[in-house]
């Protein structure tokens, strides 16, 4: 019985043309073959299962092809290739530099480096996972790479450059490989299903892709799993039980409680979420995805490209897309990027979660804020204050002819002139100076008569209160409301049985503020 091959070593490329999702640096690969512009180091970076290794394995058969073909692609059939694919070519060394990291090992790549290949043209050395090499075996690999002996070439794999030595990089030829996109995945997967005779669900492919993360070998060894615990038809309700991953249903069960209130939907989709043991990132995560949806829809229609969902989905989302706004989609996401980063440190996740879908409940019945600028702006013209908003952020809404303000200044009362005390001392016959003789004259005896009651100055400071009054100290006074009158809640909900103060919190902050609290400044 001969041993069983997984998946992503079975279907492992072996061309140019059968690599997904990297056209670019296949293109770039085989014009460097065309015109015979190798250069002695290359250098492919990227996340895991984007085809480092196998670009790397595809590059070394191609140059040192006995057949190359019209199209600069390995014929797989000669010598070469055969040995190249199996692993066992003396020319194409291939070393894990997590394992052989050190300067020893590199010491004994400069020995042999000079020899030359045995069966193709070049002598090619495949340094996988690059950056996990010290500091003195890049060091004692600079002078070899930079003037390597004819006919050798280096083709260095990692998944962290900022970890690679500016030093080697800058003596490398760099291609970034990109995540493979969610259709291509899909198409590889379909491909594998067709040529292993498996009948499998578009939605359960869709579901694999979702989960790889742009990683083709981790959507191989997913659709391995499944195969293995299948034994008909694949449909999605089989990939979410064998990946613990919960049903998009639940997030239009949860779109239709927000629309009918029913927050008991929350705690039941948080029990079911533990019950079955479901990934709890993997929900929230999906959540996120599932808001993105609903703003792409607003945003691009229901036949955008940019919709990597089933035609039975775009359905549910069309309907789903009429019960949020954008702008509570938009917060909605915030809230939830920021939640699934505080979730993973938390200890009740359960409790956690709740919250979560609680908030998400809730959202549908806060007022917008277009509406909340509205109503303060109509409680400000009630009111007679100046706008709270600035109009050259937020224009008003209409414009209003401003009224009196709430306090009435009062000015401070004329004094009356001082009365002088009657003089009964006698007279005596002194010399008056001049200034004297001004205020003895008619018009200062005028300024210095007594007030028309006929009061003198002691009568009048008698009659005074000594105490200091609002007006001496410069306030203005203002009339405090009756307790028996009503107050300006009660006036603003009339026949309105629903208080103001359930519509908003904030509302209802500006209206305990403005009522009888705050002064016009003169």
């Known amino acids: 019985m001969s041993e069983y091959q997984v998946i992503a070593r079975k279907f492992r490329p072996q061309t140019f043309k059968e690599v997904f999702g990297q056209e670019a640096v296949v293109t770039t690969l085989k014009n460097a073959i065309k015109f015979k512009r190798l250069a002695q180091a290359y250098l492919f970076c990227g996340s895991r299962g984007t085809g480092k290794t196998t670009l790397a394995r595809i590059f070394a058969k191609a140059i040192n092809c006995q057949n190359s073909t019209e199209d600069f692609e390995p014929c797989n059939q000669c010598t070469s290739c055969r040995e190249i694919t199996?692993?066992?070519?003396?020319?194409?060394?291939?070393?894990?530099?997590?394992?052989h990291r050190g300067i020893e090992d590199i010491r004994q790549i400069n020995e042999t480096v000079g020899y030359a290949a045995t069966s193709g043209q070049y002598k090619v050395y495949i340094i996988d996972e690059v950056h996990m090499l010290t500091k003195?075996?890049?060091?004692?690999?600079?002078?070899?790479l930079e003037e390597p002996p004819p006919k050798v070439k280096f083709i260095f794999a990692t998944t962290e450059a900022h970890k690679v030595l500016p030093t080697i990089l800058s003596r490398c030829q760099r291609f970034n490989l990109s995540r493979i996109p969610l259709s291509q995945i899909m198409i590889k997967l379909k491909l594998i299903a067709d040529q292993l005779e498996i009948d499998v669900e578009e939605e359960a492919l869709q579901l694999l892709a979702y989960k790889a993360e742009g990683g083709l070998r981790d959507a191989e060894s997913l659709f391995d799993q499944i195969v293995a615990f299948s034994e008909g038809k694949i449909n999605a309700a089989t990939v979410q039980s064998i990946l613990g991953l919960m049903p998009r249903e639940a997030y239009?069960?949860?779109?239709?409680?927000?629309?009918?209130?029913?927050?008991?939907?929350?705690?039941?989709?948080?029990?079911?979420?533990?019950?079955?043991?479901?990934?709890?990132?993997?929900?929230?995560?999906?959540?996120?995805?599932?808001?993105?949806?609903?703003?792409?829809?607003?945003?691009?229609?229901?036949?955008?490209?940019?919709l990597t969902i089933s035609p039975k989905e775009k359905q549910f989302y069309e309907r789903a897309a009429h019960l949020y706004t954008q702008e509570q989609c938009l917060d909605l996401i915030d809230y939830l990027i920021e939640s699934a980063q505080q979730i993973r440190f938390t200890?009740?996740?359960?409790?956690?979660?709740?919250?979560?879908?609680?908030?998400?409940?809730?959202?549908h019945f806060r007022l917008p804020i277009e509406v909340l600028v509205q109503r303060l702006g109509e409680l400000e013209q009630m009111l007679g204050e100046a706008s709270l908003v600035n109009s050259s952020v937020f224009p008003p809404l209409s414009k209003s002819t401003p009224q009196s303000s709430l306090s009435t200044e009062v000015k401070n009362p004329p004094l009356t002139p001082p009365v002088p005390l009657t003089n009964n001392k006698p007279s005596q016959n002194l010399t008056t100076s001049p200034i004297e003789k001004n205020l003895n004259s008619s018009t200062a005896t005028s300024l210095l008569s007594p007030s028309t009651n006929n009061c003198s100055l002691f009568d009048h400071f008698v009659s005074e209160d000594p105490t200091p009054t609002q007006s001496d100290l410069g306030r203005s006074t203002q009339k405090l409301p009756n307790k028996d009158s009503p107050s300006l809640v009660a006036k603003l909900n009339g026949d309105n049985p629903t208080p103001v103060h359930q519509y908003d919190t904030l509302f209802q902050f500006a209206a305990i503020e403005l009522e009888g609290k705050l002064q016009r400044k003169a």
Request: charged letters at 20%.
């Open 136 to 144: 003195e075996a890049f060091n004692a690999l600079l002078k070899t």
């Open 252 to 306: 239009f069960e949860l779109d239709l409680a927000g629309k009918e209130g029913n927050f008991v939907k929350a705690f039941e989709i948080a029990y079911r979420i533990f019950a079955e043991g479901k990934d709890l990132n993997h929900f929230i995560e999906g959540l996120i995805d599932h808001f993105r949806h609903i703003l792409l829809i607003q945003l691009a229609g229901i036949t955008s490209p940019l």
């Open 347 to 363: 200890h009740s996740g359960k409790i956690a979660l709740e919250a979560i879908l609680l908030h998400v409940i809730r959202s």
């Open 86 to 99: 199996s692993g066992s070519s003396l020319d194409v060394l291939e070393i894990d530099g997590a394992s």
